[in-house]
Nanobody, 119 residues
Framework: QVQLVESGGGLVQPGGSLRLSCAAS????????MGWYRQAPGKERELVAR???????NYADSVRGRFTISRDNAKNRVDLQSSSLKPEDTAVYYC?????????????WGQGTQVTVSS
């Protein structure tokens, strides 16, 4: 199995910054991509940012230019640096891993971390 441990959520004022981190551990043969999704109350889960093992990235239009995703392949870790945060960025943020290992193949989700942007 694989475990994802997320950290870095919290309360931040509008215009502020926050860094989310996610580390994967366990039986991992290969990770093809890592990413962050978010889900606000009453809304569907949506992609925030994703990065492949080769470093290719894609971002939601709503965060492009404000958020930066980075990855440490050796440590199976992905970070999301957010800046110029807005109240509409408030959501539960979920780490996502695409890959395979012993007894798993496909996508794995973290437990989620709350980000609240409010004054």
């Amino acid at each position: 199995q694989v475990q994802l441990v997320e950290s870095g959520g919290g309360l931040v004022q509008p215009g502020g910054s926050l860094r989310l981190s996610c580390a994967a551990s366990g039986s991992i043969f290969r990770i093809n991509a890592m990413g962050w999704y978010r889900q606000a109350p009453g809304k569907e889960r949506e992609l925030v940012a994703r990065i492949t093992s080769g470093g290719s990235t894609n971002y939601a239009d709503s965060v492009r230019g404000r958020f930066t995703i980075s990855r440490d392949n050796a440590k199976n870790r992905v970070d999301l640096q957010s800046s110029s945060l807005k109240p509409e960025d408030t959501a539960v943020y979920y780490c996502n891993v695409e890959g395979y290992g012993r007894k798993w193949n496909g996508q794995v989700w973290g437990q989620g971390t709350q980000v609240t942007v409010s004054s």
